[in-house]
């Protein structure tokens, strides 16, 4: 989808502070209440945005250990890959996965409140996936920088 600088704007400004209303997001950006929010109900339909949630503090919910974990199956067929997927899918602990080139399949961002937790659930969770073969984990020592925001330009 092609944006303009305006919608552009409008998802720079929704991303630092989701919750503005209409009125206030149309003000920041110079436009009337209704081309906005045609604006806004465009680029939702569109799929440029996909919903809106809050943005939690890790640390004050007790969540002290970021890993990534790489990880390589031992056959690729689409069953394999599949149900694998699914699989981490379904945990909540994984906050980010993707299928990935090189030496490893797959790339693993999990959350866990500390190292006990994090290794019951590569442990007894993880590692029993169908089709696990290697594992390798790279624990975060420190967050310099966590965002989900996205570098936007318009055409």
């Not at 007790?62 to 694998?84: M, P, Q, W, Y």
């Amino acid at each position: 989808m092609d944006l303009d600088a305006t919608d552009a704007s409008i998802l720079k400004i929704l991303q630092e502070d989701g919750r503005l209303s209409n009125s206030d997001l149309a003000e920041r950006v110079a436009l009337s209440a209704s081309p906005c929010w045609k604006r806004l109900r465009r680029l939702e339909s569109s799929g440029v945005i996909r919903g809106y949630q809050a943005v939690l503090d890790r640390h004050a919910l007790g969540l002290g250990v970021v890993a990534f974990v790489s990880i390589s199956l031992d056959n690729h067929t689409e069953k394999t890959c599949r149900t694998f997927e699914a699989g981490v899918l379904a945990m909540p602990e994984v906050v980010a996965l993707h299928n990935t080139t090189g030496q490893h399949d797959y790339l693993l961002q999990i959350i866990a409140e500390d190292f006990d937790s994090y290794s019951e659930f590569v442990l007894n969770r993880l590692r029993s996936l169908p089709g696990v073969k290697e594992m390798l984990s790279t624990l975060s020592m420190r967050e310099l920088k966590a965002s989900s925001k996205l570098p936007l330009r318009s055409s």
